[in-house]
């Protein structure tokens, strides 16, 4: 497990079997939004094909169109490797984006 972020952003990763779970903390806007961008694909790259890549965001605060357009490059880099991609309890403000811009269909998964 390791965290990374700045102060509205933080991000923790943990690593199972053939699972990774990034859990975001905070706010992401285009001022955070490289920290997200960046742990997906440094954990998409660490490892040769993890069955699952499961983006929490429970607890995200904040989410504007940079936020969404860093879960939608992450699905696409996941796809092209193989790996599934999950993005769970999206609450709140967050929830509201994606049902909104009808996302919510395309990058959420029941809540694990």
């Known amino acids: 497990m390791w965290d990374w ?3 509205l952003l933080t991000i923790t990763s943990r690593d199972g079997h053939d699972r990774v779970q990034v859990a975001a903390i905070g706010e992401i806007d285009r001022d955070t939004v490289a920290t997200l961008a960046d742990t997906l694909t440094i954990e998409l790259d660490r490892y040769s094909a993890p069955a699952v890549l499961c983006v929490d965001l429970g607890e995200v605060t904040f989410l504007a169109a940079a936020g969404v357009n860093a879960l939608l490059v992450g699905r696409r880099y996941a796809y092209r490797r193989g790996v599934s991609y999950q993005v769970v309890n999206a609450a709140g403000i967050a929830l ?3 049902r909104a811009l009808e996302l919510d269909s395309v990058l959420l998964s029941p809540s694990l």
């Open 5 to 7: 972020g700045s102060g």
């Open 96 to 98: 509201c984006v994606l």
